[in-house]
């Protein structure tokens, strides 16, 4: 059985940084991609981050692009999410995904795993 565990989410101040962390077990790690998605109520999930099997190639939505660095670690079978610069509207529960293949891919569609989400409020 596949589980994601996120972790690293709070309450942080605006122009604040959070590092995420997502540790996955049940599959062998290595040999997918993962992605960071957020949701707020009443919203679509949308895609934050992703990177490849290996952490060699990495792709940032439009939003997050230069203010968060998603990185993984292999050996510890976890992916990260540095985000820096934080905004109100960053305001979110962040999910991790493992994708189902190996290449990073936006569309959540072709994520099957799924943590259960940690919550980001940026607010002074």
């Known amino acids: 059985q596949v589980q994601l565990v996120e972790s690293g989410g709070g309450l942080v101040r605006p122009g604040g940084s959070l590092r995420l962390s997502c540790v996955a077990s049940?599959?062998?790690?290595?040999?997918?991609?993962m992605g960071w998605f957020r949701q707020t109520p009443g919203k679509e999930r949308e895609f934050v981050a992703g990177i490849d099997w290996s952490g060699g190639s990495t792709y940032y939505s439009a939003f997050m692009k230069g203010r968060s660095t998603i990185s993984r670690d292999n050996a510890k079978s976890t992916v990260y999410l540095s985000m820096s610069s934080l905004k109100p509207e960053d305001t979110a529960v962040y999910y991790c995904?493992?994708?189902?293949?190996?290449?990073?891919?936006?569309?959540?569609?072709?994520?099957?795993?799924w943590g259960q989400g940690t919550q980001v409020t940026v607010s002074s």
């Open positions: 049940g599959r062998t790690f290595s040999n997918y991609a």
């Open positions: 995904a493992s994708h189902s293949g190996s290449h990073i891919e936006s569309s959540k569609s072709q994520y099957t795993f």
